[in-house]
């Protein structure tokens, strides 16, 4: 009969092994082991090891996540700092206030005559005023497309090429300014190395950087004003920042100037662009065609 009780009881029992009723027992349950008690406590243990492990863990991952947002803001500070200090020695000062180099006309131009250097003219002549930006890639069309012709023109002593370098494309130059500081290094070869600006302003052109790349660095722009014939010292002042602490604020001013100049501004966008081209005073758009530039000199001398 005892026995049949125990079966009895025994048919109400849970249906999970011994050993998976041992795996849930509390280590103070009075029915374990001292061997089951001391395994219990270990896996306990064990346990808020690993779950201090992943807090540990997840802090740090947060600790350093928040680090790494400061440290790009931190960035971002310093290099609006830098960028504010490449404008250094830049105001709203009128072009007629400004340093020129000392080959520039009244209007901030500077004018290529027979003798192929800046500052001389063909007298007579009509006058071709190319207002350009380094960086403008249409610019780069331009002279693809007249180059040739304008140095023939000139070198003939039929017309007189006056370059007008601005700045209106330093936004798309990575925070460089590229366009002011080739147009200053421009100014500087014309102001120190008359001789060597036509080779210096060709070099531009057929080194151009595209938009939205950092552009030429000081150090190539430098080497390209050497190797168009510009004396070391006139390269080491470009290449040192010089150039740019001179006339800087001259290509600044010669933008403003040219940007507020109506006569200059497309007809379509009322606004101003790169490249304008006057020839003898009046806006000429038809120099995408080869040839036409010429056309339009030759009409204007016979006016």
Not at 33 to 54: G, M, T, V
Not at 260 to 279: I, M, R, Y
Request: glycine share 8%; charged share 20%.
């Amino acid at each position: 009969m005892a026995w049949v009780g125990f079966a009895s009881s025994g048919a109400d029992a849970p249906s999970r092994p011994p050993e998976d009723l041992e795996d849930t027992m509390p280590t103070n349950n009075p029915n374990m082991s001292k061997a089951q008690r001391r395994d219990a406590a270990r896996a306990e243990a064990l346990a808020l090891r690993e779950k201090e492990q992943a807090r540990d863990k997840r802090n740090r991952i947060i600790t350093l996540s928040v680090l790494a947002v400061a440290l790009v803001a931190l960035g971002v500070v310093v290099w609006m700092i830098l960028q504010q200090g490449a404008k250094k020695n830049v105001d709203d000062v009128p072009l007629a206030d400004v340093t020129m180099p000392s080959t520039a006309q009244e209007n901030g131009g500077i004018p290529v005559g027979a003798d192929g250097a800046a500052g001389t003219e063909n007298a007579g002549a009509p006058v071709i005023d190319v207002y350009l930006d380094y960086m403008c890639p249409v610019c780069g069309q331009f002279e693809q497309t007249n180059a040739a012709d304008i140095d023939t023109m000139v070198a003939a002593g039929d017309a007189t090429v006056v370059y007008h370098p601005v700045s209106i494309l330093d936004r798309l130059s990575a925070g460089t300014e590229y366009s002011t500081r080739s147009g200053a290094a421009a100014a500087y070869v014309a102001d120190k190395a008359p001789e060597a600006f036509p080779a210096f302003h060709a070099a531009l052109f057929t080194n151009q950087p595209a938009e939205n790349s950092e552009g030429l660095t000081d150090e190539q722009l430098a080497s390209y004003a050497e190797e168009a014939g510009a004396p070391a010292e006139v390269a080491s002042a470009i290449e040192d920042g010089t150039a740019r602490e001179t006339f800087g604020q001259y290509v600044f001013s010669a933008t403003n100037a040219a940007t507020a100049d109506e006569a200059l501004q497309n007809p379509q966008s009322k606004s101003f662009g790169t490249p304008t081209v006057v020839v003898d005073g009046t806006r000429f758009d038809g120099w995408g065609t080869q040839g036409a530039l010429g056309e339009a000199v030759t009409a204007a001398a016979g006016s």
